[in-house]
């Protein structure tokens, strides 16, 4: 029997794969009848090993993924509901209900329990630049619950025409972003526990 160690080599392309070396020991048994070489297992552990830094690699050069926001292929839904509770809503007050910038509605509902029809409903696109567009949305009454309490309800769409209460002329929101509650009212008014709006509010 004859012990040799012996140097094997492995060069490959410098691009996508690894140049290495392996030092294996080759045990030589000599025999008249047969010449049988047996390996050892280091050779099958180190080509596990650059298997793994090789399928890492694949991996890591695959181009990133690009995550794209849901409203871009569906709208989003959104349900609010707020209550006033016992305040003063001042005259020409304006209550903010709604903000979905850099979003816009395109469409929705809302319920009101309000004790005036002094107080409308606005629907506006606002920017750094202030309010670009505004109009008052018609609020139809469904219902009278007191003197002093009704139930309102209007449709939202992307584009609704109407009075800006802010240059009193005709205007047109398209997609606007936000929706303010207004005291038209030359005098404050006082809101319950019982006051309160509900919003679903469609939005892309």
Request: charged share 15%; net charge negative.
């Amino acid at each position: 029997m004859v012990s040799l160690s012996l140097l094997l080599i492995w060069s490959s392309i410098n691009n996508n794969s690894i140049t290495y070396a392996i030092f294996s020991n080759i045990t030589t048994t000599t025999n008249p009848s047969q010449n049988v070489v047996v390996k050892n297992d280091d050779t099958n552990m180190l080509n596990n090993q650059i298997n793994n830094v090789i399928r890492n690699k694949n991996i890591s050069n695959q181009a990133p993924t690009t995550i794209t926001s849901p409203s871009n292929q569906n709208p989003l839904v959104d349900l609010e509901t707020m209550m006033f509770g016992k305040s003063s809503f001042s005259s020409n007050g304006l209550r903010l209900l709604a903000d979905v910038a850099p979003f816009r509605i395109v469409g929705g509902h809302v319920s009101v329990n309000l004790p005036s029809n002094d107080i409308k409903v606005i629907a506006a696109q606002i920017t750094d630049r202030g309010i670009e567009h505004a109009v008052i949305v018609d609020l139809t009454k469904t219902l009278t619950i007191s003197s002093a309490e009704a139930l309102y309800h209007t449709d939202l769409g992307a584009s609704i025409s109407g009075t800006n209460p802010f240059t009193k002329k005709h205007d047109t929101v398209f997609q606007f972003t936000d929706l303010l509650l207004w005291n038209s009212g030359s005098s404050s008014i006082e809101l319950n526990d019982d006051n309160a709006i509900t919003m679903v509010i469609v939005y892309q």
